[in-house]
């Protein structure tokens, strides 16, 4: 709790959990104002959800590779007070679309959310080790992800309610200035964190994104951050195929209403957290790799444990398979709390697996190209994750039920748990 309140981890924790809040709440109410109050007044309603979904991690693709080179050679304090500046006004130009009924302007401004998440991300990944001591580096990473999955949660939830309001777009657009404002307020108190080789110009990096995003790459690829990062993306991948199916699976096996939907939701995000948190206290901040194998063998026990519950269920309801709960009655089921529990045990190991690894990733990372590994990261991440999306609708396209494609996906930490034992998670001396 004390490094939440020093000036050299608080701003960037508060502007982080912020930024991370104004993503979720924007991109959830805008889909939710196309769905249910026809903002744009478009037909094909499901067809701008999923468009909505690409506009928004675009920008990964495109600007991480120069986003990271420009935080390894300006100070990253720079970087943070002009992209959230940015922040700022981006989210006046959607509130604008959302209350005016502009469907183009409001996606524009996601598409501009994306690009200041692109230039951020290496910013808060990077600057930790230039103001955290060695020892203070894994206990930074699990505040940083626990504050991720708890301001998605939140956005997420706080969507849906002002979104059921009345002047949806008014009080969306009022919340995400102030988040917005607030975040612009903790980066002015970050402290300074130069570069070892500066610019002059932001001229002197190369913006072109496919020569950009093939140099990074490529230089990753040469260096022990390559399968560190490919760990964590394995981590994005399960969760954003676990968290995309979750709304099937409550409505087909849980026989949930949506609130269902988003007790579990809060489960997941408050479990990793919890997870991310626990693992620091229980390793004393000291990096020990083999919590990573067992983390993902973890994920596997707990989410075959979890699917298990969810076929028992599924199967009390085999005389009345149409038979839908509101959240209030599905909470007092019996079976209800085993569904819980063993959920967020697979988040709890989630959280305890990912720190880690960020941890290794900037340790392992050269002094001077740490940005750099870190969009090298959040690249592989987007890829990954657009791929089990793809695998995801192509199996269940195909007919594989959705009890039978996570139980797949989560067999697939096994083999996950094996290869981490290799993984390179100690750094140089020099690198620390």
Known sequence: MTLLLSRRFGPLFAAQFLGA????LYKNALVL?????????????????????????LPFFVLSASAGEWAD?????????????????????GGAGLVTGSLPLAMVALALLGVHSALFGPVKYGVLPQHLHAEELLAGNAWIEAATFLAILLGTLLAGVLVNGTDAALQVTGVSLFAALAGRLAVQWMPAAPPSAPIS?????DWQPLRATRRVLRWARAEPVWPVLLAISWFWAFGATVL??????????????????????????????AGSLLVSALLRRRPDASVVPLAALAMALSAGLWL????????????????VMLVQDWLLQPWTPAVLLSLAALAVAGGAYCVPLYTALQRL?????????????????????????AIGAVALASGV????????????????????????????????
């Open 21 to 24: 809040f104004n993503d979720n």
């Open 33 to 57: 104002l196309v769905l249910f109050h026809g903002l744009g007044h478009v037909e094909a309603s499901g067809v701008v959800v999923n468009l909505a979904a690409g506009v928004f991690i």
């Open 73 to 93: 050679r300006a100070d990253k304090a720079c970087i943070a007070r002009f992209t959230k500046t940015l922040e700022v006004a981006i989210v006046a130009l």
């Open 201 to 205: 110009k932001l001229s002197d990096i």
């Open 244 to 273: 995309t199916q979750l709304p099937v699976l409550v409505r087909d096996h849980l026989h949930g209403d949506a609130g269902v939907v988003s007790v579990l939701l809060a489960v997941f995000s408050v479990g990793v957290g």
């Open 308 to 323: 298990v519950v969810v076929h028992l269920v599924a199967g009390d309801f085999a005389t009345a398979p149409d038979r």
């Open 365 to 389: 990372a050269p002094l001077d190209r740490r940005g750099q590994a870190v969009a090298a990261n959040n690249i592989v991440n987007s890829a990954a994750m657009v791929m089990a999306a």
């Open 401 to 432: 039920g959705v009890v039978a494609l996570l139980g797949a996906v989560a067999a697939l930490n096994l083999p996950v748990a094996l290869w981490a034992r290799r993984l390179p998670l100690q750094a140089k001396p020099d690198q620390v």
